[in-house]
Nanobody, 125 residues
Framework: QVQLVESGGGLVQAGGSLRLSCAAS????????MGWFRQAPGKEREIVAT????????YYANSVKGRFTISRDNAKNTVYLQVNNLELEDTAVYYC??????????????????WGQGTQVTVSS
């Protein structure tokens, strides 16, 4: 089992920034590939960004490229999501997730084995 706890969400004005964190415990963090997803009201959960265990491979959704940055610190068992230049459409609950396999499903929710409880990001005008 891997336990994931997100933090860092909040209310921010459009154009602002936040740094989301996800602390992992329970199993060897560096064995897992880590992703960030988000879910807005009435919409399906969607991939935001993902990074493999070593940090050598990343993927970003087109909607966040150039604005969001995923990173990880295996010594601290933590994955981060720096979110800059926030837009109203970024309002959602943000979830981190851990995957045992880097597969074709790594951009899908079904590709992940463990999930955090989520942190709310609300962007206001």
């Amino acid at each position: 089992q891997v336990q994931l706890v997100e933090s860092g969400g909040g209310l921010v004005q459009a154009g602002g920034s936040l740094r989301l964190s996800c602390a992992a415990s329970g199993r060897t963090f560096s064995n897992y590939h880590m992703g960030w997803f988000r879910q807005a009201p009435g919409k399906e959960r969607e991939i935001v960004a993902t990074m493999n265990w070593s940090g050598s491979s990343t993927y970003y959704a087109n909607s966040v490229k150039g604005r969001f940055t995923i990173s990880r610190d295996n010594a601290k068992n933590t994955v981060y999501l720096q979110v800059n230049n926030l837009e109203l459409e970024d309002t959602a609950v943000y979830y981190c997730a851990a995957a045992r396999l880097w597969s074709a499903a790594i951009t899908l929710a079904s590709g992940y084995d463990y999930w955090g409880q989520g942190t709310q990001v609300t962007v206001s005008s």
